[in-house]
Nanobody
Framework: QVHLVESGGGLVQAGGSLRLSCAAS????????MGWFRQAPGKEREFVAS????????YYGDAVKDRFTISRDNTKDTVYLFMNSLKPEDTAVYYC???????????????????WGQGTQVTVSS
């Protein structure tokens, strides 16, 4: 069983920055791709970013490209999401997810992930 715990959410003004963290436990973290998704009220959960098991490949959703950066520290079993130039439309609950395949590449599809964190709220005020 994989356990994912997100942290770092909060309230920030438009144009500001936040760093989200996701600490993983329960299996060899470094063997699996990781992803971030978000869900705003009344909307479907959408892809934000993903990083491959090696960290060499990253994918981003169109809405966050060039503003957000995903990275991983395999020595700490942690994946990060650095969010810059935040906009009110970035307001959502952000979820960390672990890919279901060993030695996995980055992936955009929700069905590629089999473990999810509880989420952390990010609110961007205008």
């Amino acid at each position: 069983q994989v356990h994912l715990v997100e942290s770092g959410g909060g309230l920030v003004q438009a144009g500001g920055s936040l760093r989200l963290s996701c600490a993983a436990s329960g299996r060899t973290f470094s063997y699996y791709a990781m992803g971030w998704f978000r869900q705003a009220p009344g909307k479907e959960r959408e892809f934000v970013a993903s990083v491959s098991w090696t960290g060499a490949t990253t994918y981003y959703g169109d809405a966050v490209k060039d503003r957000f950066t995903i990275s991983r520290d395999n020595t700490k079993d942690t994946v990060y999401l650095f969010m810059n130039s935040l906009k009110p439309e970035d307001t959502a609950v952000y979820y960390c997810a672990a890919h279901r395949g060993i030695y996995s590449d980055a992936a955009r599809e929700r069905n590629q992930y089999d473990y999810w964190g509880q989420g952390t709220q990010v609110t961007v005020s205008s």
